[in-house]
């Protein structure tokens, strides 16, 4: 047998996700080869590949015993333990293989990326550098490096590394769309050109032609070509449609799992055991005004704005889902031990954002599903609900790509209407449990009398009057890596409120439906 033709055949198959071939197939080999590392460790890339993490965590362990310094190895296995949260021992992992050979790639962007997922853009920032010394030009470096330093608010910076971007691949679409984010078109339409030209083209990808289509429906609008606007979002919405087979049902069971689950529950009465430090938890429909409100709430100098994260949702997929619904056994079984584990994991990984102060914000929309167990489970939290006029928020949703699965609901007029629907129904369920426990927020009352609105919030928090808070945009404390970048970098303003009657005419369906 030729090993060497063999092991390049999976690495084929790797390439294409096809992982359960790789997977078998290095199983063959290593009852041949039982003292090759190589085949473990690309076992292990399968096996991370299909998100078994654990199993990769395994392999990738075993092929670092018969190599303890298998770089390769180390590198993906720091990745595995990222990918399950454990971002102490990833990182000591990318640091073990960075301080072995200085110059290796892989390592110092994956230890980058891990810096940027945390937040910590400082040192993500400082890695990609010394990644590109090593990789001049290499263009995903210096798009992370783009996306890191638009996350801070550095525009300025962002804009020269998209013009050099640009400079060596003009078709490099993802740029274009992180540009179009940044340009007001009704002062410069040079970029809108370029993005057309492309397009018109027709010799691009699908992905591509998405990121256009969104970055041209955004331009359009700021020239107040409504229509035009539209046909490009519509263009890319229907795109991206077609790479998912969402059924709405499997959300519809999700909610009517939590409520039946909820139902005789009285949530008021949490865990007696639970970490100290205040989480402020901010939720609602996406585009609702959530990284608003978190830029607002972490501008205080007593809170630490942690961003938005996915830790309370791979918590409870780990410990409360079954067959995608949550299960009432599980749920009644945390609840009667003695311990409070969802707590204890949720802080090992917000121990890794090394932060002093006692409060600290969590703002991730898809939260307002979880309210009972967050309530629950962090008795001590604070819970923010954010609702927006309902056409607005449901255009604001079609008009932006989202690359979230769990947002594949986000490209079809009649998903988005329903799912909005849906989400009401299951607040409306939350505030009949919770009462006062649960502060809602108007964004609509937020823009048009922001300074007793945000008096209000910060005295729901608990917190000392800070005059900071009412010129959040002025406060680069906490980064931005959500859709909503740009607009959350700016004051209150009330331009977006009634958006929705500029495309009353192309988007009935879905407005009909609310």
């Known amino acids: 047998m030729n090993l060497i ?7 084929n198959y790797l390439k294409v996700q096809d992982y359960k071939t790789v997977v078998d197939g290095c199983e063959k ?41 298998f770089l390769p190895a180390i590198n993906n296995l720091a990745n595995s333990y ?25 390592a110092i962007n994956n230890y980058a990326n891990l810096k940027a997922l945390v937040f910590d853009y400082v040192t993500a920032i400082e890695f990609y550098k010394k990644a590109l010394k090593i990789k001049e030009n290499d263009i995903t470096i210096l798009f992370s490096l783009a996306n890191a330093y638009h996350a801070i608010g550095e525009i300025t910076k962002t804009k020269e590394i998209i013009s050099e971007i640009l400079n060596i691949n003009s078709k490099h679409t993802s740029t274009h769309k992180l540009l179009s984010s940044i340009i007001d078109y009704s002062k410069d339409n040079s970029n809108l ?41 519509k263009k890319g919405n229907l795109l991206k449609k077609k790479e998912y087979n969402y059924n709405i049902e499997e959300d519809k069971l999700l909610i009517d799992s939590i409520k039946k689950s909820f139902k005789d529950l009285n949530i008021k009465d949490g865990k007696k055991f639970f970490d100290k430090r205040r989480p402020i938890f901010i939720c609602g429909m996406p585009r609702s005004g959530t990284t608003l409100v978190e830029q607002i709430i972490a501008s205080h100098n007593d809170v630490f704005g942690a961003g938005e994260l996915i830790y309370i949702q791979r918590i409870i997929n780990k410990r409360l889902m079954s067959e995608k619904k949550i299960s009432k056994e ?49 008795p001590n939290s604070k819970i923010i609900y954010c609702k927006r006029n309902a056409k607005d928020n449901c255009l604001s949703i079609y008009k932006n790509f989202f690359a979230s699965d769990d947002m594949k609901w986000a490209f079809d007029e009649k998903n988005i209407a329903n799912y909005y ?75 977006s409120v009634n958006s929705n009657s500029n ?9 009909n439906l609310l």
């Open 421 to 495: 629907n849906m989400h009401l129904n299951l607040m409306d369920f939350w505030k009949s449990k919770l009462g006062d426990d649960l502060y809602e927020i108007n964004y609509e009352k937020l823009v048009s009398n922001k300074e007793d609105e945000i008096m209000k919030l910060i005295k729901y928090c608990d917190l000392d009057w800070d005059p900071a808070c009412l010129e959040h945009h002025k406060s680069k404390k906490t980064p931005i890596k959500t859709v909503s970048i740009s607009q959350a970098r700016k004051p209150v303003y009330k331009s």
């Open 29 to 69: 080999l290593i009852n041949k080869f039982p003292h090759n590392p190589f085949l473990f460790n690309l076992q292990g890339l399968a096996l991370h590949g299909s998100g078994k993490y654990l199993i990769a965590i395994d392999r990738y362990k075993k092929a670092l015993d018969l190599d303890k310094n």
């Open 330 to 378: 599980k749920l009644d079984n945390e609840m009667e031990l003695s311990s409070n584990l969802l707590n204890e994991n949720y802080f090992k990984m917000i121990n890794y954002h090394k932060f002093k102060e006692n409060n600290f914000t969590d703002k991730a929309p898809h939260n307002f599903r979880w309210i009972g167990i967050l309530k629950l489970f962090f």
């Open 82 to 106: 990222k990918s399950i949260g454990n971002f102490e021992e990833a990182e000591s992992l990318y640091n073990k293989a960075i301080n072995s050979k200085p110059d290796y790639f892989q």
């Open 193 to 233: 050109i370029e993005m057309k030209n492309l397009i018109e083209k027709n010799e691009l990808p699908k992905g591509q032609i998405i990121d256009l289509s969104f970055a041209l429906g955004k331009a359009y609008e700021d020239l107040q070509k409504y229509e035009d606007s539209f046909l490009f979002l």
């Open 503 to 511: 495309y009353e005419i192309y988007l009935s369906e879905m407005f």
């Open 5 to 11: 033709a063999e092991i390049q055949k999976l690495q």
